[in-house]
């Protein structure tokens, strides 16, 4: 059987040549690689971005953190955050016979 892989638009940051593509683990955990394996052994659990670092021209990966995504560099100190599409859990409205309630998680 062949892996199911998805390419995400960028160019390997080792070889210059392959494309970085999306893959899974055997844990099912998303990683992202070089189409050139094993001839290239790029590897990254952050998903790698199209542009470099304005500091030091490496790439630029996108890292999840719990307030949303943040961009940074594998490199050198450099980051910047992305806008917060996280959605707050705390309060939600659930309609009950045409009538709301605000149900609060605490």
Do not use: H
């Not at 892996?3 to 999306?22: H, L, M, S, W």
């Not at 705390?90 to 605000?102: G, H, I, R």
């Amino acid at each position: 059987t062949k892996a199911i892989v998805k390419e995400i638009g960028v160019k390997c940051p080792t070889c210059k040549d392959g494309n970085i593509i999306e893959r899974k683990s055997k844990k099912n955990r998303i990683f992202y690689g070089c189409t050139n394996y094993p001839e290239c052994e790029f590897l990254s659990w952050d998903k790698p971005i199209a542009r470099p670092c304005p500091k030091c021209e490496n790439f630029l990966v996108q890292k999840k953190m719990k307030k949303g995504i943040q961009v940074q560099c594998v490199s050198c100190d450099y980051k910047e955050d992305q806008q917060v599409w996280s959605i707050n859990l705390l309060t939600f409205e659930v309609p009950v016979k045409n009538t709301y309630y605000c149900l609060g998680l605490l």
